[in-house]
């Protein structure tokens, strides 16, 4: 019982991360329709940011080898500040690869292809700089908070994974009281029902779209920022397979839906930690699978509504 | 007319690729009047809206509002200008409440005290969108749905209220019932351009009107003209 308790905190830990991710590719999808495949690579920008503003070194490989930040900052300032920056190049993606066809009303396939091409082009710039080797983020981040909180009868949590969900929790909960209260939130709505109502009635549907982009890779930037504090960055293309994670989750939970991003998160993330030791290797599979059940059952997802409209 | 029109079409010309939807038009709305644009379906009117908030770009002619062309427009920036369009078909956002909705309608206002004079100004018009302000847009019934877009689009204290084929849809009724708030509103003082399939309803609130026909303006004059007229008599009166 209590090893059933243990793999639901790491899974709920991991699922978060995943709901994170899954909510951000959400609001994208639900202002313009279409997936951002450029977020993987936003979400790694995240993790490096995280790594360079806590003061680490640039290794041997890259063209800024032996550089290193000037400050070294405190974890939670250098969080938010790494997520700002993913946010930046989450605007950078829209304005390169989203906006041009945008005003071109182009096929949605397209976006696919360019949003992947700015992807592939992050992701090779970050090695080009960094090279393409692991790092490691400082060890004693956490200063005197122990590293692994007891929880009782043998249960225990990682101080990240606790640090992970709170913030992931907090996110969620900001994104949705902004998504239903502020007016914002509500313009951002607007858009993503009927954009040329919200047209209509003044909305700057482009800036509510770049809004959109900057809130989803913030989300990322901090997400991968959490996520390597807990497993270390293996390499440039560390954001890709949570890339891939993220989008089954995105069907899972139902397109466009938040609560079903959040739901699909945290349940491929329990269902990976119930995944035995000794099958491990086949983990992203169950994610996979869980993808393929649910496109076989309910096509719409967990939360996502059929099409409906009254006449 | 010697003032200024508020709005005026100069030979204005709307496209679909190859195929023309409006050609030649010329049109004109004076402060404070109610305008009728009229014709079968597919004559254009829709079109000619579309062109006006700069859904649609103008092939050809100009458009102008207070003798300023408008073709360097975006639509947002029409409505800063002060043209509120109410779309054809409600389009009322369904997953936002009522409240939620009207709320929008002053998006690009920030005086909160008169936003709120308007938000009751609406309510007392129409004292069904009061009682359900907490609902869903989705649940609301076809009538309501068109009271909320008409709402909306007043929460922009618009200068210029572009109204499409507010009866489509409407029981006999509703019909007299809508027809009535908008005779207000521009007994009030709103300048309206009302596109009707429903000309006998048109022509009873508005003061002039224009008939398009394949995107051609085939006939204008005041509402007593037109409501004369023999040819617009047999073709949308029903009159032999």
């Known amino acids: ?311 | 007319m010697t003032a200024t029109p508020l709005l005026e079409l100069k030979q204005l010309g709307v496209r679909y690729g190859n195929i023309w939807a409006v050609r030649q038009l010329n049109l004109s709305i004076a402060s404070g009047e109610c305008v009728a644009l009229l014709g079968s379906n597919g004559a254009g009117k829709s079109s000619t809206l579309r062109a006006i908030s700069r859904l649609l770009p103008a092939a050809e002619g100009q458009i102008l509002w207070a003798n300023k062309c408008l073709s360097s427009f975006r639509t947002e920036s029409t409505v800063r200008l002060g043209i509120s369009h109410c779309p054809e078909g409600r389009r009322v956002l369904a997953k936002q409440t009522v409240l939620a909705n009207l709320e929008l309608g002053a998006w690009l206002r920030r005086n909160k005290k008169a936003i709120k004079i308007d938000l009751d100004y609406c309510y007392q018009l129409f004292p069904r969108l009061a009682e359900r302000r907490l609902q869903l847009a989705g649940s609301l019934s076809g009538g309501e749905q068109q009271m909320l877009a008409i709402a909306r689009a007043l929460m922009a204290k618009p200068n210029l209220l572009l109204l499409d084929e507010p009866s489509l849809g409407l029981a006999p009724l509703l019909v007299d019932e809508l027809m009535q708030c908008l005779a207000k509103l521009n007994k009030d003082g709103l300048t309206m351009l009302l596109v009707e399939q429903n000309v006998y309803a048109a022509l009873a609130i508005a003061q002039r009107g224009y008939v398009l026909e394949a995107g051609e303006l085939v006939l204008e004059g005041t509402a007593q003209e037109l409501r004369k007229n023999s040819n617009l008599r047999r073709s949308y009166l029903g009159d032999e």
């Open chain 1, 1 to 311: 019982m209590d090893g059933l308790l243990q793999l639901l905190i790491n899974g709920i830990s991991i699922g978060a991360t995943y709901a994170l991710f899954a909510l951000g590719y959400t609001l994208v999808f639900s202002v313009l329709g279409v997936i951002n495949f450029a977020h993987g690579a936003v979400f790694t920008c995240g993790a490096y940011f995280t790594y360079l503003l806590l003061g680490g070194a640039v290794g041997s490989n890259g063209m800024l080898a032996g550089m290193h930040f000037p400050l070294a900052l405190p974890l939670l300032v250098a969080l938010p500040l790494a997520g700002i920056g993913a946010a930046a190049m989450g605007l950078l993606v829209e304005a390169v690869a989203f906006k041009p066809l945008r005003r071109r009303g182009a096929e949605p396939l397209l976006y696919l292809i360019t949003s992947l091409g700015a992807g592939v082009i992050l992701v090779n710039l970050i090695q080009l700089l960094m090279g393409a080797e692991a790092y490691a983020l400082p060890g004693n981040l956490l200063g005197r908070w122990p590293a692994v909180l007891a929880l009782g009868h043998g249960v225990q949590i990682r101080t990240v994974q606790l640090l992970l969900l709170i913030v992931a929790g907090i996110a969620m909960l900001i994104l949705s009281l902004w998504l239903n209260r502020s007016s914002y939130g509500k313009a951002l709505q607007a858009v993503a029902e009927d954009g040329t109502t919200a047209r209509l009635l003044g909305i700057n549907s482009g800036a509510i779209i770049q809004l959109a982009f900057a809130i989803a890779s913030f989300l990322a930037g901090i997400s991968g920022g959490l996520v390597a504090l807990s497993v270390n960055i293996g390499g440039p293309y560390f954001g890709i397979g949570y890339g891939l994670k993220g989008l089954g989750v995105l069907v899972l939970g139902g397109l466009g839906s938040a609560p079903g991003a959040v739901l699909g998160g945290l349940i491929i993330g329990i269902a990976e930690a119930l995944v035995p030791a000794k099958l491990s290797a086949y983990k992203d599979a169950v994610a996979f699978a869980f993808l393929f059940l649910m496109l076989i059952l309910r096509p719409q997802g967990l939360l996502g509504k059929p099409p409906m409209e009254k006449v």
